[in-house]
């Protein structure tokens, strides 16, 4: 449905506690590859296919267990999952099917809700 006014998420920003802890997470365990990151502040971009994801710390944005969710679509979700417990990530929920797709919850380590996502064929 065409919208005149919002035209495209911009970004999607994650608040953490921990800005080193929650970089290497995002870098090391998740994968991803750091982007725009301005010196002498804590925030640092991510794109992931079109999206840019936002993670910074901030005195007045605090991270919340029941905020922000970030899905990550994966080609193989038993592989992704596998690898991320060899890493050490505890899901909250293990890999549930829906009529539309599989998906699995994890936390970030100031505890941000991500799940690693996969749809199924049309």
Sequence with gaps: MP?????????????????????????????????????????????????TIGVGQHENWQPSRDGTTIAFEVDDIDAAITKLKERGVKFDMEKTETPVCFMAQFRDPDGNKLLVHKRKSA
């Design 3 to 51: 919208n005149d006014m919002i035209k495209e998420v911009a970004f999607v920003a994650v608040a953490v506690s921990d800005f080193k802890r929650a970089r290497k997470f995002y870098e090391e365990t998740l994968e991803l590859k750091a982007g725009s990151s301005p010196e002498n502040y804590p925030w640092v971009e991510f794109e992931v296919g079109d999206v």
